[in-house]
């Protein structure tokens, strides 16, 4: 027990110093970015080591998963803990999210905005989100196709559309934006995709600027020096932090 404690306090601490690094590339304090570590497929155990080493969010991809996570953890430690939801969220199963959840980052269809306004209001409580965004237009990825979109009027004016009846329904806060991007063999291969988000964001908070659109959920553990570099203030980190997944 001792020695996996030690090496997940290790990663972590090299995670953290990482982030210090790209932080000071670009003249950040390290405080706007949090780091968020993905423990799916992981034990509520290794939550619990990986908050015993000082991590406070976390975050899942599986609704199932996460629903039987977040109180085997909240067992095993007395220190807060924030969740987030990073995973594609099946109308059918919206349930799980309405409580629970610091924020979800993967917010990606006006239908599924409704179903959650609908649920939040009945609760008289409101939910923190992301709109997902699918920037290097991947057909595998959710959220709103906007690859392109600087040189696009219809993806454009379509996203516009969505976002100003989102913007309008009760119950939902949207904090800004979130993406994947994709598998590439060397990092700075990303750098366009987070740049692309963030001037995204940057021309929705104009637009709609009564709005809060301060996050931008980007970064995994192969880009995450990259994204931070562009701007990221969520970087959603898994194998750096808990090792490979099986
Ligand atoms: C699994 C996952 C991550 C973390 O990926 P790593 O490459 O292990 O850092 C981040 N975001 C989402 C949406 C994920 O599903």
């Given at each position: 027990?001792?020695?996996?404690?030690?090496?997940?306090?290790?990663?972590?601490?090299?995670?953290?110093?990482?982030?210090?690094?790209?932080?000071?590339?670009?003249?950040?304090?390290?405080?706007?970015?949090?780091?968020?570590?993905?423990?799916?497929?992981?034990?509520?155990?290794?939550?619990?080591?990986?908050?015993?080493?000082?991590?406070?969010?976390?975050?899942?991809?599986?609704?199932?998963?996460?629903?039987?996570?977040?109180?085997?953890?909240?067992?095993?430690?007395?220190?807060?803990?924030?969740?987030?939801?990073?995973?594609?969220?099946?109308?059918?199963?919206?349930?799980?999210?309405?409580?629970?959840?610091?924020?979800?980052?993967?917010?990606?269809?006006?239908?599924?905005?409704?179903?959650?306004?609908?649920?939040?209001?009945?609760?008289?409580?409101?939910?923190?989100?992301?709109?997902?965004?699918?920037?290097?237009?991947?057909?595998?990825?959710?959220?709103?196709?906007?690859?392109?979109?600087?040189?696009?009027?219809?993806?454009?004016?379509?996203?516009?559309?969505?976002?100003?009846?989102?913007?309008?329904?009760?119950?939902?806060?949207?904090?800004?934006?979130?993406?994947?991007?994709?598998?590439?063999?060397?990092?700075?291969?990303?750098?366009?995709?987070?740049?692309?988000?963030?001037?995204?964001?940057?021309?929705?908070?104009?637009?709609?600027?009564?709005a809060d659109w301060t996050e931008l959920s980007m970064g995994m553990t192969d880009d995450?020096?990259v994204a931070i570099e562009e701007g990221a203030t969520l970087v959603r980190i898994g194998?750096?932090?808990?090792?490979?997944?099986?």
């Amino acid at each position: 027990m001792e020695s996996t404690s030690t090496s997940m306090y290790d990663r972590i601490a090299g995670v953290q110093a990482e982030i210090e690094r790209a932080c000071s590339r670009v003249g950040r304090s390290p405080e706007t970015v949090t780091l968020v570590a993905v423990s799916k497929t992981h034990t509520a155990q290794e939550v619990a080591d990986a908050i015993s080493a000082g991590l406070h969010h976390f975050g899942e991809n599986r609704l199932e998963e996460a629903s039987e996570k977040i109180p085997a953890v909240a067992d095993l430690t007395e220190q807060p803990v924030h969740w987030h939801m990073v995973g594609h969220i099946q109308g059918r199963k919206a349930r799980y999210v309405t409580s629970g959840y610091a924020l979800v980052h993967s917010l990606d269809s006006p239908k599924l905005a409704e179903r959650l306004s609908r649920m939040m209001t009945e609760r008289s409580e409101s939910l923190d989100v992301l709109l997902e965004i699918n920037v290097a237009g991947e057909m595998s990825k959710y959220g709103w196709q906007m690859a392109g979109w600087q040189n696009d009027a219809a993806l454009r004016s379509n996203l516009w559309q969505d976002v100003r009846a989102i913007l309008t329904l009760p119950g939902l806060n949207v904090r800004g934006l979130m993406t994947m991007a994709p598998i590439v063999a060397e990092a700075e291969a990303t750098r366009p995709v987070f740049a692309a988000l963030r001037d995204l964001r940057d021309a929705l908070a104009m637009d709609f600027p009564s709005a809060d659109w301060t996050e931008l959920s980007m970064g995994m553990t192969d880009d995450y020096p990259v994204a931070i570099e562009e701007g990221a203030t969520l970087v959603r980190i898994g194998r750096a932090i808990f090792g490979p997944r099986l």
